[in-house]
Every structure is written in C-alpha cells, then in structure tokens.
C-alpha cells in the first residue's frame, strides 16, 4: 500500500513569506507526527497529533509554526514569517495508534526540504 | 546533559568488520527503544527494536542496559551497503520519540 507522502518535496522561498507543507499519512494510522532535521542532527519533535487534535505540541519552536488536521488524516504544519534558521527538512511519520508504554512503528515521509533565502 | 547521547562518528570500517555503536539516555524510566537507519537525503526507516533484554537479527544485535542506561548495535560483517545514519531512538512513555543526532557509518571496500 501507499506510505507516507508529503508535498511539496522542496520549497525555497522568501524571508519573512509564509509557508505551507503537507503530509498524507498511511491510511488508518491515527497518529501523525511532526519533525525537523538539521543538517547532521537527528529528528527533532514538532507536534503529535492523536486524531484530529493535536496531543502535544511542546516541540512547536514559537508561535510562528502551527499545525492542523481537521479530519483525523492529512495534516499541514504552517510557518509564518519564515527566518532563515526555518531552514531544514520537515519529516511527517504516522503509526498506529500508539500506547503509553506499547509505541508502534513509525513510517517516515520523504520529506519536504525547506530553503528560507 | 541532553534526553539521548551518541557518538556522531563517523566510524569508517573495512569490509568484513565488526562494529558496535552506543547510545546514551537520560530518562530511567523509558521503556521502550529503537534503532532507525538513515541514508543520505532519505526518511529514516526501523531497522530494529530493543524491548527487554536485547534482540538480534541476522547481522544484528540490539541490547540494552538499564542499569546504565544505555543501548547499543552490534553490526557483523559489515557490507558496504551498511553504510548510513544509524539513529537511537528512546519511546518516553508519553506518546513522545527522541532521536540522538545519529552515528555515521562508512564501510570501505
């Protein structure tokens, strides 16, 4: 079946612009997560969203980034007034619903590439 | 001190070789933990899991300490296509991942 899927795959825009990037998780998974990857880090936690809300959103770096998924499926994690330091690559991943102490696996999105110039 | 500590590496190993990567956590009450391997420009993807005491799949081992917190992946024989990212990842309990940054890999030929 189909992955993950995110669009765009890269995006370069505009200090100060606002952006939108898209995630389509695997069909059935009720959990989405949201990432940003630096060069030469790991991922780093965004927001996880349980349904259509979102659980946790300690990792939303300030109030320019929000996300949503208003039908329990696909999401969008919006920036605003994008800074040059917005520079990374988002990474979505969705799993099975998981428990407190029994994770599923989480499949990863390709990733959108974000350039702020 | 951050949640999840590893040596960025890279490790650059020939062919053939053993190699063996730790990961440090801080939280002595994560339950559950992961390796994920990470090509370069591509997602990263389960390589392992590491529930109780450690688990091995063809290549690799997976274990884990709880008395030290730490995890760690054994790699035999080492194929050139073992070359990656190698992330720890550490369930906390509250729905959350944390990765480490990753240790580098480069089998040589």
């Known amino acids: 079946g189909a992955g993950v899927s995110q669009t765009p795959s890269n995006k370069v825009t505009e200090k100060g612009k606002y952006v939108e990037l898209r995630c389509d998780p695997i069909?059935?998974?009720?959990?989405l997560y949201w990432y940003r990857q630096s060069l030469g880090q790991g991922p780093e936690f965004l927001i996880y969203?349980?349904?259509?809300?979102?659980?946790?959103d300690s990792g939303l770096p300030n109030d320019r980034f929000f996300a949503v998924r208003p039908e329990g499926s696909v999401s969008t994690l919006k920036i605003q007034r994008t800074e040059r330091g917005d520079s990374a690559v988002y990474l979505c991943?969705?799993?099975?619903?998981?428990?407190?102490?029994?994770?599923?696996?989480?499949?990863f999105g390709p990733g959108t590439r974000l350039t702020v110039l | 001190r951050k949640e999840v500590e590893q040596d960025p590496g890279p490790f650059n190993v020939p062919e053939g070789a053993t190699v063996a990567f730790n990961c440090t956590y801080s939280?002595?009450?994560?339950?559950?933990f992961f390796w994920y391997r990470q090509d370069c420009r591509k997602e990263p993807k389960l390589l392992m899991s590491v529930y109780s005491s450690g688990n091995e799949d063809g290549r690799f081992t997976a274990q884990l300490n709880r008395a030290s917190q730490y995890i760690s992946l054994l790699i035999r024989d080492s194929k050139l296509s073992d070359s990656a990212t190698y992330l720890c990842v550490v369930y906390s309990g509250t729905y959350k991942y944390i990765f480490g940054t990753g240790t580098r890999l480069k089998v040589l030929a």
């Open positions: 069909s059935g998974h009720t959990a």
């Open positions: 991943a969705s799993s099975l619903n998981p428990g407190r102490n029994r994770p599923n696996e989480q499949f």
């Open positions: 939280n002595s009450a994560s339950q559950s």
């Open positions: 969203f349980q349904g259509t809300g979102a659980a946790d």
